[in-house]
């Protein structure tokens, strides 16, 4: 059988839960289970499992990870935070756990940090296009629109159809003033399919003195 969008995720809380009731001590069940239901948008639900995960096997790199992630969707950066640190300490080499640290870290304020993190995760996979934007979030929000717009380049050459990047890198034109070139990026977002916010639209036809 097939399954399709939130069918594949019912069928994997079914699955797990039904191996879990054969083996309470499944850790893998416990993670897979809390996966599908953050995919579900059940956070609460996620965060027990994967924190049960934990308990079971306490050296679980993912578990700490995919737990920092919900927590980070939650807005609670401090507790993701601590649950990257605990997958790096398990796994030094988890460029996922930096480069999320670095989001968690970004979103904190605390941007000196988050671009250390992104570093060390272009370090590990130098060829991640979505590191190179949040790097660039990180720069943008510090005011260093030069570096911002260097990296979502860096991003666009690894995947010329990102649509994130021309976003951001339209931002960052249109913070320093570099209205043609906004609105060529938000042209490209748009034609990717990417929905601009309507407020920056107005602001940028204001600042530009063009409709588009």
């Not at 069940?29 to 059940?42: I, P, Q, S, W």
């Not at 930096?98 to 590990?124: C, Q, T, V």
């Amino acid at each position: 059988m097939i399954y399709f969008g939130d069918e594949i995720y019912d069928h994997s809380i079914s699955s797990n839960t039904k191996a879990l009731e054969k083996n309470s001590m499944n850790a893998e069940a416990y993670n897979d289970r809390g996966v599908a239901y953050h995919e579900k948008g059940l956070y609460d639900e996620a965060i027990s499992d994967f924190s049960k995960a934990i308990e079971i096997n306490p050296k679980d790199a993912d578990a700490y990870y995919n737990r920092g992630t919900v927590y980070g969707i939650k807005g609670q950066y401090d507790q993701a935070i601590l649950d990257y640190n605990k997958a790096i300490e398990i796994n030094p080499r988890f460029a996922l756990a930096y480069d999320n640290r670095g989001n968690a870290y970004s979103e904190s304020g605390r941007y000196d940090e988050a671009i250390s993190d992104h570093n060390k995760a272009l370090e590990i996979n130098p060829k991640d296009a979505i590191v190179y934007v949040n790097r660039g979030v990180a720069y943008e929000k510090k005011g260093q629109y030069d570096q911002a717009i260097s990296d979502y380049n860096k991003a666009l050459e690894i995947n010329p159809r990102f649509a994130l990047a021309y976003n951001n890198r339209g931002w960052a034109h249109y913070f320093k003033k570099e209205y043609d070139k906004s609105w060529d990026d938000i042209k490209q977002a748009r034609e990717l399919g990417y929905k601009i916010p309507a407020e920056f639209l107005e602001d940028l036809r204001k600042a530009s003195g063009r409709e588009k």
